[in-house]
Nanobody
Framework: QVQLVESGGGLVQAGGSPRLSCVASLRTFSRYAMGWFRQVPGKEREFVAA????????NYSDSVKGRFTISRDNAKNAVYLQMNSLKPEDTAVYCC?????????????????WGQGTQVTVSS
């Protein structure tokens, strides 16, 4: 059974810089592009960032571009989201997702596996 487990969330002050981690129990992790999405109650899950399976290609939503950085370590079956200059509007549950293809996607239904998410709460 495939599992994606996120960690690193919590209560953070505005301007803080936490790093989220996602470890996947995928036997061939390096064949999967990875993405991060976030969701707040009452709203649709929204794209945050994605990374290709080699790590050479990344893309970001406009709301986080320049503040967040996605990276991966295929030897550890892990993908990371470095979050800088956090704002209260970044408060959400952050989920990682895996897609068996070369490049990540901004479209959530194009992903094959999802984690349960980790809550990030930004206080002003």
């Amino acid at each position: 059974q495939v599992q994606l487990v996120e960690s690193g969330g919590g209560l953070v002050q505005a301007g803080g810089s936490p790093r989220l981690s996602c470890v996947a129990s995928l036997r061939t992790f390096s064949r999967y592009a990875m993405g991060w999405f976030r969701q707040v109650p009452g709203k649709e899950r929204e794209f945050v960032a994605a990374i290709s399976r080699s790590g050479g290609n990344t893309n970001y939503s406009d709301s986080v571009k320049g503040r967040f950085t996605i990276s991966r370590d295929n030897a550890k079956n892990a993908v990371y989201l470095q979050m800088n200059s956090l704002k209260p509007e970044d408060t959400a549950v952050y989920c990682c997702a895996a897609r068996l293809t070369l490049y990540g996607s901004r479209v959530l239904y194009e992903y094959d596996y999802w984690g349960q998410g980790t809550q990030v709460t930004v206080s002003s």
